[in-house]
């Protein structure tokens, strides 16, 4: 990035926002552009000062950090402007699971240390550049030809002539094969069947239906496609994180 991380403080606590924007003085390409105490505003100062990155606390009075980042992701994924990364800064740990089911960039325990703040930091800046460097995949919605960014997509799915796009934005169509988005993409996708291709960072779990056939839940999207006999050893590769 040819500038410094745009950051948004929110904490309901004045002394950790000035501990944490001491620390931020210390960073570099790291640039404070406000902080509030709750998450009243937080939509509106996110539309007005456009962070890159908000560093968000957890238990705050009014709505907690988790819903409120719950929130700001619906927004966005209505909007055609780019989310901020969420980091979340709280003393407890209890909450990591559910920080990372919502998509967290990462998740700091307080007290913070200057130097995990910094890792944090270059984590969000690489999201960030791989978002801008990503594919695009061009769909059909409806009568109207769409860009999709890959990192959008959950879900390729077979269906007669066409293959339907799961994504954030709800479900296009493509004419390319199945076969060919995975000559393409086979590094961010999964084949689960011959029908069927998931985004593997988005692969939550796999279960059997009441039919007996071995299902996966991705991430985002209602869609939970079947999973081949002969694929299932790698599905299970892939969540166990040995693949």
Do not use: W
């Amino acid at each position: 990035m040819s500038r410094g991380l745009r950051v948004l403080l929110v904490d309901d606590e004045a002394p950790a926002r000035d501990r944490l924007a001491r620390l931020l003085q210390r960073c570099e390409n790291a640039e404070l552009i406000g902080q509030c105490e709750d998450g009243g505003d937080l939509l509106a100062l996110c539309q007005t000062l456009k962070p890159d990155l908000l560093l968000l606390d957890v238990e705050m009075p009014g709505q907690d950090g988790l819903s409120l980042a719950r929130d700001l992701r619906a927004h966005y994924n209505r909007s055609s402007d780019p989310a901020p990364a969420i980091v979340f800064v709280t003393a407890f740990e209890r909450y990591a699971v559910e920080a990372f089911d919502v998509r967290a960039a990462d998740y700091l325990v307080k007290p913070v240390r200057q130097e995990r703040l910094e890792a944090a930091l270059t984590r969000v800046r690489d999201r960030i550049s791989e978002i801008k460097d990503e594919p695009i995949l061009v769909a059909r919605l409806a009568e109207r030809i769409t860009r999709i960014p890959l990192g959008e997509i959950r879900a390729l799915i077979a269906e007669d002539k066409y293959v339907s796009v799961h994504y954030l934005g709800g479900v296009a169509l493509v004419e390319d094969s199945l076969v060919q988005l995975e000559q393409r993409f086979g590094q961010q996708f999964l084949r689960i069947h011959r029908n069927a291709l998931v985004a593997r960072l988005f692969l939550r779990a796999l279960f059997r239906d009441e039919g007996g056939s071995e299902r996966v839940e991705i991430d985002d999207v209602d869609v939970q496609p079947e999973v081949s006999r002969r694929n299932l050893p790698e599905v299970r590769r892939v969540l166990r994180g040995l693949s």
